[in-house]
């Protein structure tokens, strides 16, 4: 093979490498990230046990890149305090070497078995643990399989005499060295997928012991690069601990850097293997560095927290507070995240048609204009829910999950439309009165209050509906429909009855009247719509209200029976 032949392979060899430790996060995070994210949770204000759950949490990970993600969701929403977070990232390093010790045994063998038995649990399960824990078994097996294919390509590279002339030259400059394998680690965001390599290419004698350590190193800094850049949109709070993590790993390298050659015979006194010296010195580099720095953490925070201060509260009302995008991995937690802002905008039409009937009573403008503005927080929350709902849909959904999806989605939206008819509807009638200076009849008002009141109880049951996912509170927001319909339907007939015996406020107001029956109505029919998708998961749901060919009237002259007949509707719609 040409040197040109053996670098393409080399490329394809490494993205597949990176692409089962993809896999086998991404299973992880799928089955267990929310007990992840708890354990580093728990963690908070204690440097030792911040120090264990980074190391655990990262060798099921095998990226400490992702647990600086969670890190920094944790510490943005001060969960976990600064000086904890840097312990947990310290973990995390030590936590990756885990993984590069195991495969420097290079058990081979096991890759047939565990692609095997991954396909076949992934295959048979559409949800589940088990279709997670299959992806992390496929991803176990293709990253054993890359790196076989891997130890097999390098072997000829120490024949490329252009090659080993590059490797001179690097090896020469250690700097460079480092410099080299800490872009390659932060373009391939892994530092096991680098290390390999290293490993790989220093067992076929491509580098030396020396060059291989100085590589190393390099690896070490990338690997702190990728969670500083992506942590950059977070909070302060969220991005102090991959900063100082970066800043350990930097200033450990350098000082680490020209004592190479002194330490390199004491590292082969270990294992004479050169592929398991790479391994072991990753590995006491890193138990080194967290050993040396955590004396220090307080010292660190300190000047952290002076670098990056904690921002100033958000005052504006629409600002999201708990779509957390580094949770955008574990789909689960993010959808948690998804749902409590939703609620948000629960509490936001709580309010807006709460006070809607002290707008039309009063026809104060200034609490009309304070109703209508409240309209665009919720349009703004509106937008900022769904384009974080499309980010999680790009992750692979199990079926519980996209239920969970779809009832978000279909919430918010809801309580979108609420909104608008406050504003554009409600609110239009309440300015038209205000400024015809007109009031409803003292009964009429009042009948207006009890629909406006028992809508507000259906819609703190659709709000319990909507985070319980309870089906005796669906069944009983939805059987409520035939209350609202009945008041509605008598507030209609005594409003005609007062039409005929000339009330003055009567007829002053009967287009306004009857215009907030018929929006309180379709305020209530979107409430009700938060219970159909939990009643149709759960089969509580008919198909259809209209009745069989032979149950119904063979007759056209028949009238319906009363059965079947329809209440009046003000809005003249018909409701599902």
Same mark, same amino acid.
């Given at each position: 093979?040409? %040197?040109?032949?053996?670098?393409?392979?080399?490329?394809?060899?490494?993205?597949?490498?990176?692409?089962?430790?993809?896999?086998?996060?991404?299973?992880?995070?799928?089955?267990?990230?929310?007990?992840?994210?708890?354990?580093?949770?728990?963690? *908070?204000?204690?440097?030792?046990?911040?120090?264990?759950?980074?190391?655990?949490?990262?060798?099921?990970?095998?990226?400490?890149?992702?647990? +600086?993600?969670?890190?920094?969701?944790?510490?943005?929403?001060?969960?976990?305090?600064?000086?904890?977070?840097?312990?947990?990232?310290?973990? +995390?390093?030590?936590?990756?070497?885990?993984?590069?010790?195991?495969?420097?045994?290079?058990?081979?063998?096991?890759?047939?078995?565990?692609?095997?038995?991954?396909?076949?649990?992934?295959?048979?399960?559409?949800?589940?643990?088990?279709?997670?824990?299959?992806?992390?078994?496929?991803?176990?097996?293709?990253?054993?399989?890359?790196?076989?294919?891997?130890?097999?390509?390098?072997?000829?590279?120490? /024949?490329?005499?252009?090659?080993?002339?590059?490797? +001179?030259?690097?090896?020469?400059?250690?700097?460079?060295?480092?410099?080299?394998?800490?872009?390659?680690?932060?373009?391939?965001?892994?530092?096991?997928?680098?290390?390999?390599?290293?490993?790989?290419?220093?067992?076929?004698?491509?580098?030396?012991?020396?060059?291989?350590?100085?590589?190393?190193?390099?690896?070490?800094?990338?690997?702190?690069?990728?969670?500083?850049?992506?942590?950059?949109?977070?909070? *302060?709070?969220?991005?102090?601990?991959?900063?100082?993590?970066?800043?350990?790993?930097?200033?450990?390298?350098?000082?680490?850097?020209?004592?190479?050659?002194?330490?390199?015979?004491?590292?082969?006194?270990?294992?004479?293997?050169?592929?398991?010296?790479?391994?072991?010195?990753?590995? %006491?580099?890193?138990?080194?560095?967290?050993?040396?720095?955590?004396?220090?953490?307080?010292?660190?925070?300190?000047?952290?927290?002076?670098?990056?201060?904690?921002?100033?509260?958000?005052?504006?009302?629409?600002?999201? @507070?708990?779509?957390?995008?580094?949770?955008?991995?574990?789909?689960?937690?993010?959808? *948690?995240?998804?749902?409590?802002?939703?609620?948000?905008?629960?509490?936001?039409?709580?309010?807006?048609?709460?006070?809607?009937?002290?707008?039309?009573?009063?026809?104060?403008?200034?609490?009309?204009?304070?109703?209508?503005?409240?309209?665009?927080?919720?349009?703004?929350?509106?937008?900022?829910?769904?384009?974080?709902?499309?980010?999680?849909?790009?992750?692979?959904?199990?079926?519980?999950?996209?239920?969970?999806?779809? /009832?978000?989605?279909?919430?918010?939206?809801?309580?979108?439309?609420?909104?608008?008819?406050?504003?554009?509807?409600?609110?239009?009638?309440?300015?038209?009165?205000?400024?015809?200076?007109?009031?409803?009849?003292?009964?009429?008002?009042?009948?207006?209050?009890?629909?406006?009141?028992?809508?507000?109880?259906?819609?703190?049951?659709?709000?319990?509906?909507?985070?319980?996912?309870?089906?005796?509170?669906?069944?009983?927001?939805?059987?409520?429909?035939?209350?609202?319909?009945?008041?509605?339907?008598?507030?209609?007939?005594?409003?005609?009855? @007062?039409?005929?015996?000339?009330?003055?406020?009567?007829?002053?107001?009967?287009?306004?009247?009857?215009?907030?029956? @018929?929006?309180?109505?379709?305020?209530?029919?979107?409430?009700?719509?938060?219970?159909?998708?939990?009643?149709?998961?759960?089969?509580?749901?008919?198909?259809?209200?209209?009745?069989?060919?032979?149950?119904?009237?063979?007759?056209?002259?028949? +009238?319906?029976?009363?059965?079947?007949?329809?209440?009046?509707?003000?809005?003249?719609?018909?409701?599902?």
């Amino acid at each position: 093979m040409t %040197a040109t032949a053996v670098l393409v392979e080399l490329l394809g060899i490494v993205a597949l490498l990176l692409w089962a430790v993809r896999l086998v996060r991404t299973g992880i995070t799928r089955a267990f990230g929310p007990r992840l994210r708890s354990l580093v949770a728990r963690a *908070a204000n204690n440097r030792s046990r911040g120090f264990a759950a980074g190391f655990l949490v990262t060798v099921a990970l095998q990226s400490s890149t992702a647990t +600086a993600l969670i890190v920094a969701s944790l510490a943005s929403r001060q969960v976990l305090p600064t000086l904890t977070a840097l312990a947990v990232m310290l973990g +995390a390093d030590v936590g990756t070497t885990v993984a590069a010790q195991i495969l420097s045994f290079k058990p081979h063998i096991l890759a047939p078995a565990l692609l095997l038995v991954g396909v076949a649990l992934y295959v048979t399960y559409e949800s589940g643990p088990q279709r997670h824990i299959g992806r992390i078994l496929v991803g176990l097996g293709l990253l054993l399989l890359a790196l076989r294919l891997m130890l097999e390509t390098t072997a000829p590279l120490r /024949e490329s005499p252009a090659l080993v002339a590059v490797i +001179a030259a690097i090896g020469g400059e250690p700097m460079i060295a480092l410099v080299v394998a800490a872009l390659l680690t932060w373009l391939a965001h892994s530092s096991l997928a680098t290390v390999l390599l290293i490993m790989s290419l220093a067992e076929h004698g491509v580098i030396g012991p020396e060059t291989a350590f100085a590589f190393v190193l390099g690896a070490n800094v990338g690997g702190g690069i990728a969670p500083v850049v992506m942590t950059l949109r977070s909070e *302060a709070p969220g991005r102090r601990a991959p900063i100082g993590n970066l800043v350990l790993r930097t200033a450990g390298a350098l000082l680490l850097l020209p004592l190479l050659p002194w330490i390199t015979p004491y590292v082969a006194l270990l294992e004479a293997d050169v592929a398991r010296q790479v391994v072991n010195f990753h590995t %006491a580099f890193n138990l080194a560095l967290a050993l040396s720095a955590m004396p220090f953490l307080g010292t660190l925070r300190g000047l952290l927290e002076w670098l990056l201060p904690e921002p100033p509260p958000s005052e504006d009302p629409a600002a999201p @507070r708990y779509l957390d995008r580094e949770a955008l991995d574990s789909p689960s937690v993010a959808l *948690a995240a998804a749902a409590r802002e939703a609620l948000r905008m629960g509490d936001v039409v709580q309010d807006m048609l709460g006070r809607s009937i002290d707008a039309l009573r009063t026809n104060d403008m200034h609490l009309i204009n304070e109703i209508k503005a409240e309209d665009d927080i919720l349009d703004r929350l509106h937008e900022a829910i769904k384009f974080y709902l499309t980010e999680i849909s790009k992750n692979e959904l199990d079926q519980s999950e996209s239920r969970r999806y779809q /009832e978000i989605l279909s919430f918010v939206t809801n309580m979108e439309h609420i909104g608008d008819i406050v504003d554009l509807n409600l609110m239009e009638i309440a300015e038209k009165k205000a400024m015809e200076n007109v009031k409803f009849s003292a009964q009429g008002f009042g009948e207006l209050s009890n629909i406006h009141e028992k809508i507000m109880e259906h819609l703190q049951l659709a709000l319990s509906v909507f985070m319980t996912r309870d089906v005796r509170l669906a069944r009983q927001l939805v059987a409520g429909k035939a209350t609202v319909r009945e008041l509605e339907r008598r507030a209609y007939e005594n409003h005609l009855k @007062r039409l005929a015996q000339g009330v003055p406020d009567t007829i002053q107001t009967t287009g306004l009247h009857l215009d907030v029956i @018929r929006d309180l109505k379709r305020i209530n029919s979107h409430l009700t719509a938060v219970a159909y998708p939990l009643l149709e998961e759960t089969g509580e749901l008919r198909e259809t209200r209209l009745l069989s060919r032979q149950e119904a009237p063979r007759l056209s002259g028949l +009238a319906p029976s009363p059965a079947v007949a329809k209440p009046f509707s003000a809005g003249g719609q018909e409701e599902r």
